[in-house]
């Protein structure tokens, strides 16, 4: 680890506006203020309302993760901030609150990857996994497998090409008229449907590459509640949502497989980490844990907290990367 003492850092991506003190690997404070409330009844992220509650919340939540942490800002090291990828307005407010907090304690700034910060999750105590590891990260905004070879990095493998599985599962509940988020209400419903009983493409099966796509499975549902029409649309919704969480699932397991599968050098990853919000799906847990058992592989699942957005995992990824000093950092932009 190369910056052991206590970072500030800023996550401001999405629609959580976050703020954490981590030092040498331990957790002092992780704060995060959800603004799920203000984006549900529009059945997702509204950029412009996601930039202007970060610009409300993101004073109080620094203020919060420094007293919960006990620490000041003279006990502080550096500043770290996610620069992309993102919603550019959101962005920028966590960038430019770190901006305006480094300069005015004359810290340095660490410029931070969204999504190394999800990779780096898993290096936080108390059970801190070591690389080499894949890692599929899948979440409302993101649908990613990287390959992690070190601390200050990773090799994307693989990535959405339309939709993020999250953001399928929230438009298929929005077709169903089930609300916001999706992934926690559709994995509900399907508890009582048969995830055989739609045939829902699995996109990208019968390609080689690394790559995930979800816009067939949405238009296929889309298809099929037309075709139902209304009323056995509404009797037949824990099939529908069992056998589109089906195709989800195995997409994202096919993928994965495949990765672990096609090492290069034909050497086996030791380990396999989950990330980001998808990964609370039980189904999608339960098939990773399968493939992992049968393959005799270490199956790493931080805590929920850790796997959606939070600024911890980018004081995690801080940790091994490059300061900037002042004034070098002050033309620093969201990277998107
Ligand atoms: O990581 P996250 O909190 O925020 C970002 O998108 O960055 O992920 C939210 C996504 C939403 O699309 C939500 O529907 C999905 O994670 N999600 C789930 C579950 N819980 C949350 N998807 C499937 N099953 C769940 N239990
Ligand atoms: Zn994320």
């Known amino acids: 680890m190369i910056n052991r003492g206590p970072i500030l850092a800023i996550e401001t991506s999405c629609d959580d506006t976050c703020a954490a003190v981590v030092e040498n690997g331990k957790i002092r404070s992780n704060v995060i203020s959800s603004q799920a409330a203000a984006h549900a009844g529009f059945?997702?992220?509204?950029p412009e309302v996601a930039a202007r509650h970060h610009l409300e919340l993101a004073g109080p939540v620094?203020?919060?993760?420094?007293?919960?942490?006990?620490?000041?800002?003279?006990?502080?090291?550096?500043?770290?901030?996610?620069?992309?990828?993102?919603?550019?307005?959101?962005?920028?407010v966590g960038i430019s609150t770190a901006k305006a907090l480094a300069w005015s304690w004359q810290l340095p700034l660490i410029e931070v990857d969204h999504l190394h910060g999800h990779v780096a999750a898993n290096f936080l105590e108390p059970d801190p996994l070591e690389p080499p590891f894949l890692c599929l990260v899948a979440s409302g905004g993101h649908t990613q497998l990287a390959a992690v070879t070190g601390y200050d990095g990773y090799e994307l493998l693989g990535q959405t090409l339309d939709d993020a599985a999250g953001e399928a599962l929230d438009k298929a509940a929005r077709m169903l008229d089930l609300g916001y988020p999706g992934g926690p209400v559709i994995q509900r419903i399907a508890?009582?449907?048969?995830?055989e009983a739609f045939d829902f493409?699995?996109?990208?099966?019968?390609?080689?590459?690394?790559?995930?796509?979800?816009?067939?499975l949405k238009t296929s549902l889309l298809y099929t509640i037309r075709d139902l029409g209304d009323e056995e649309?509404?009797?037949?919704?824990?099939?529908?949502?069992?056998?589109?969480?089906?195709?989800v699932v195995e997409q994202l397991t096919g993928r994965l497989e495949r990765a672990l599968d096609s090492r290069a050098g034909g050497e086996d990853w030791p380990a396999v980490a989950l990330g980001g919000g998808v990964a609370a799906n039980r189904p999608l847990r339960e098939r990773v844990r399968e493939i992992c058992d049968r393959r005799g592989l270490e199956m790493k699942l931080v805590p929920m907290q850790l796997c959606t957005d939070n600024a911890a995992m980018i004081a995690a990824a801080a940790a091994y990367l490059p300061v900037t000093p002042l004034p070098d950092y002050l033309p620093v932009e969201a990277a998107t």
């Open 43 to 46: 059945g997702g992220v509204v």
């Open 62 to 92: 620094v203020e919060a993760a420094l007293a919960e942490a006990g620490t000041t800002p003279a006990d502080l090291e550096a500043v770290a901030v996610t620069t992309g990828p993102g919603l550019i307005g959101a962005l920028l």
């Open 191 to 195: 508890a009582d449907g048969d995830p």
């Open 201 to 216: 493409p699995v996109g990208m099966r019968g390609s080689d590459s690394l790559n995930f796509s979800f816009s067939g």
């Open 233 to 247: 649309t509404e009797k037949r919704k824990p099939d529908l949502a069992a056998s589109y969480q089906h195709a």
